[in-house]
């Protein structure tokens, strides 16, 4: 008798984008889900089985994993299947890797990956579960997008805000750690709303109240430079300190960076204005690997990981490009 293949989905566990997708994932097919950031997709890869289903999403390829994901999608591929949703800039090189590796991708930097993984599934999905790629879209500064504004069209767009920012809230508060998001995707399997979801309310409230006391902070402690602004924060959500700096001292573009003293390194947040013209994404994708760290991600949102004793020759190398 044939086994039957397990479905698995490896999804970005950071922000609402990532696990609205792992949510329709398992909505479709089923199987368990791992909400993981950058550094440990490949370790979760390596511990999933040859014949199996597996969808990895939000999670965007650079140098430093790509060469190691495209010999786990080999070996997956061999015996099982492979989909691989994403919206970040993927090389073309590491594209067609990827394609020769039997990999069913579905790439755009057009729609979120939420959005994507919706489309790709809709007609195995209850048609409710729209609701959680317009959840993804404006959390992700991605719900002016064609398909992103059409599936929004369709419900009351004040709702569909209040429950997005409070489910972003909720996880920022939380640190978005793997417990409290595989809570969110239990809970949507029955279709809640944010609102319905243990904790989320609460967390929510909280985390607006934190972020009345950055507003205050922003304004002291904030660095201007030309045509950007920046600040240090312990925050565990610097994106969205980020997006409070453009706001308090208006500027187009902004990051937040935390320092991890136990690595020896600083995370960081990118945000830019909707009319902003920079490409931050690929700003970041090309000056970290030049100082030993990794970033990537889209024209008005992107992360970053740089050794904790490059911060100011980085401060220089995105000024020259921002600015070119």
């Known amino acids: 008798m044939k086994e ?15 696990i609205a997708s792992a949510s329709i994932v398992k909505l479709a097919n089923g199987g368990k889900t791992f909400l993981v950031n ?34 786990e999608c080999n070996r997956i591929t061999k015996k099982g299947k492979f989909t691989y949703i994403d919206h970040h ?27 994507l993984t919706y489309e790709l599934l809709k007609k195995k999905v209850p048609k409710e579960a729209a609701i959680l790629a317009c959840y993804a879209a404006i959390t992700d500064y991605m719900d002016h997008q064609q398909i992103a504004k059409s599936l929004i069209s369709n419900y009351d767009r004040q709702l569909v805000l209040l429950e997005s ?43 607006a109240e934190r972020m009345k006391n950055i507003m205050k902070i922003v304004n002291k402690e904030a660095k201007s430079y030309k045509n950007f ?13 980020a997006n409070m700096i453009i706001g308090e001292l208006n500027v187009p573009v902004a990051f937040a960076y935390r320092h991890n003293t136990i690595n020896g390194h600083y995370e960081m947040s990118f945000r830019a204005r909707y009319n902003s013209k920079a490409e931050l994404g690929k700003i970041v994708a090309k000056i970290t690997p030049e100082l030993g760290g990794m970033g990537g991600g889209h024209n008005k949102a992107c992360g970053a990981r740089i050794p904790d004793n490059k911060l100011n020759k980085f401060i220089k190398l995105f000024s020259a490009e921002l600015n070119k």
């Open 4 to 18: 039957e293949r397990k479905t698995y989905c490896i999804s970005h566990g950071k922000d609402v984008d990532g």
């Open 165 to 207: 920012t409070m489910l972003a809230y909720a996880l920022a508060y939380d640190g978005a750690k793997p417990q409290f998001g595989n809570k969110i995707v239990d809970a949507f399997q029955e279709l809640s709303f944010p609102h319905e979801i243990k904790d989320v309310p609460e967390l929510a409230n909280k985390q």
């Open 229 to 241: 602004a920046c600040m240090e924060s312990s925050n565990p959500t610097i994106g969205l300190v």
């Open 38 to 71: 950058y550094d440990k997709i490949i370790e979760t890869l390596e511990n999933i089985p040859d014949n199996a289903n597996v969808y990895v999403c939000d999670l965007g390829m650079n140098d430093s994993i790509s060469e190691r994901f495209i010999e």
């Open 89 to 115: 800039i993927l090389k073309p090189s590491t594209k067609k890797n990827i394609l020769k590796a039997k990999v069913k991708l579905i790439h755009s930097r057009k729609e979120c990956a939420g959005v």
